[in-house]
């Protein structure tokens, strides 16, 4: 089964140094990168928790008061800081891989895993969730809407990894079989 949904895109012989989760929302990158940093005794480095906390407000109340952009920028200085670093997991925001500097710096610093789950899985996963500002409205709608906005996006990660049949204990052993320490 874990060959159906766990492809590796790039073959490198390179050490990684850090784990870096992309996916859209509701792909099981938080729940993920636990697990994976529980296995391997690494920090989880949640970069919307760190935003969050910099800010002093939630990541909803910096899209709404402060606009995405902003929220961009502090997401790539905070990524850019936190890869100075070797031996963490790090879960990205979804929209972190919307910067080919961010796509740089994420490929050269660490094992990038794309998780991605099917519109169904989503939306039952992030269903009720009212800390995703970019879901305002009609949920299933706006998760089609930046599933094709970004259906290209999480293509530069060496693997990826189709988390919508799977548990968070089942993708572990998909993604530690490819990161080299």
Known sequence: MLKEVCILHQESEIQHSNIILVGMMGTGKTTVGTLLAEQLSYPLVDMDTIIAEREG???????????EAYFRDLESRVLEEMLQSTGQVISTGGGCVLRELNRAIMLDKGLVVALTADVDHIVGRVAGDNNRPLLAGDTRERVQTIMEERKDAYHFAHVTVDTSLLTPEEVVPCVLARYRV
């Open 57 to 67: 407000i939630s990541v909803q109340e910096i899209f709404r008061t402060k606009g």
